[in-house]
């Protein structure tokens, strides 16, 4: 059974700093790469970031820049992201996702952060984060 399972949200204060879990299970692993993604309510869905599990590439978001780290423990099958200097407007449910790679056999690499934001096959369940003032 393919899962994604999204972790680590809470209550932060601005400044303040989160790290988000996304544990995969099911599925090839390095055959996708892993995508954050994040809808505060009455807002569109938005791409955060993403990461080729293969060979580590990674893709953000302007709006996170310089604040938010993305990473991949391939031997535990999970992805981080690391959020530091949180904002108020990081206030979101955050989803992880999984992006299949491989066309023919052969890996499609990332080339930059549009590859991010549509293609996935499966959706974790997100995890509420809030950052207060």
């Known amino acids: 059974e393919v899962q994604l399972q999204a972790s680590g949200g809470g209550l932060v204060q601005a400044g303040g700093s989160l790290r988000l879990s996304c544990a995969a299970s099911?599925?090839?692993?390095?055959?996708?790469?892993i995508g954050w993604f994040r809808q505060a309510p009455g807002k569109e869905r938005e791409g955060v970031s993403c990461?080729?599990?293969?060979?580590?590439?990674?893709y953000y978001a302007d709006s996170v820049k310089g604040r938010f780290t993305i990473s991949s423990d391939n031997a535990k099958n999970t992805v981080y992201l690391q959020m530091n200097s949180l904002k108020p407007e990081d206030t979101a449910v955050y989803y992880c996702?999984?992006?299949?790679?491989?066309?023919?056999?052969?890996?499609?690499?990332?080339?930059?952060?549009?590859?991010?934001?549509?293609?996935?096959?499966?959706w974790g369940q997100g995890t509420q984060v809030t950052v207060s003032s």
């Open positions: 996702a999984a992006q299949h790679r491989v066309f023919l056999g052969r890996y499609i690499p990332l080339d930059n952060f549009s590859d991010c934001l549509s293609g996935y096959a499966y």
């Open positions: 099911g599925f090839t692993f390095d055959d996708y790469a």
């Open positions: 990461i080729s599990s293969s060979d580590g590439s990674a």
